[in-house]
């Protein structure tokens, strides 16, 4: 186990920036290596200490989320080795009988996701990606939402699969809810190159702790 204050870095070094970035297909290029290496990394995790970053997580989402006060959250089941959130999601709900939770779902290609709710015990059947959801469950309208990160930098810009269905969804979302972008440490980089349809998190939660993003958008009564 780590120690308590210590982080993980990748063993897979991430591409660097193009000196000239000539086109949209350079950038495009470079995000796709820095993607690719995000994703490796942290599929490379030892179980063990996969375990011990997740408690720290989970300890400084409770602060977050304390601070925050958020009624509706909605959360991502895991893929590909992202943060498994599934457990502590439980204990929240758990805590308050007010509070409900849901997961996104992707309903045609090119659109953007709808949210249904989720409770421990909620019938399941998998998307075409093989990821968990809801059967048969009540829409609901998240006031924040916890957002896996492939990469991330200070700005709270991120990577993800390149599907673009979380920026459509927060474009479409009226009120924009609090983005809680959730990974381990090892996914930070200098730059994720964002483009002019990127939406940026709120704040950034790893185990190294909650991080107010430099570009921070939302609001919530705690905010």
Same mark, same amino acid.
């Given at each position: ?35 690719? $290496?995000? /994703? $490796?990394? %942290?599929?490379?995790? =030892? ?9 720290? /997580?989970?300890?400084?989402? *409770?602060?977050?989320?304390? &601070?925050?006060?958020?009624? %509706? /959250? $909605? ?11 599934? =457990? ?11 509070? %409900? ?5 992707? %309903?045609?290609?090119? #659109? ?6 989720? #409770? ?8 075409? &990606?093989? /990821? ?20 991330? *930098? ?19 979302? *009226? ?13 930070? $980089?200098?730059?994720?190159?964002? #483009?002019?349809?990127?939406? =940026? ?9 909650? &991080? ?12």
């Amino acid at each position: 186990m780590p120690p308590e204050n210590s982080t993980v870095t990748s063993s897979f070094p991430f591409p660097e920036a193009p000196a000239r970035a000539k086109s949209e297909a350079d950038i495009a290029a470079a995000r796709k290596k820095l993607r690719n $290496a995000g /994703i $490796a990394a %942290r599929e490379a995790l =030892p179980e063990a200490l996969r375990r011990a970053l997740t408690a720290r /997580i989970e300890t400084h989402l *409770d602060a977050l989320l304390g &601070h925050l006060a958020p009624a %509706r /959250i $909605a959360f991502c089941w895991p893929w590909r080795g992202e943060v498994d959130l599934v =457990p502590w999601a439980h204990r929240w709900l758990a805590a308050d009988p007010a509070r %409900r939770a849901a997961l996104p779902i992707v %309903r045609k290609p090119g #659109q953007a996701m709808e949210f249904l709710r989720w #409770q421990p015990g909620a019938a399941m059947e998998t998307d075409h &990606h093989g /990821i968990p959801v809801p059967t048969g469950a009540e829409a609901l309208e998240p006031d924040l939402i916890l957002v896996p990160l492939n990469v991330f *930098d200070a700005a709270g810009f991120r990577l993800g699969y390149g599907g673009g269905y979380f920026d459509r969804t927060l474009a479409a979302l *009226d009120p924009a809810p609090l983005t809680v972008g959730v990974a381990f440490e090892l996914a930070r $980089a200098d730059t994720t190159w964002p #483009q002019p349809h990127d939406h =940026p998190m709120s704040w950034i939660v790893t185990e190294a702790g909650a &991080h107010k993003a430099a570009q921070a958008v939302g609001t919530l009564s705690g905010d």
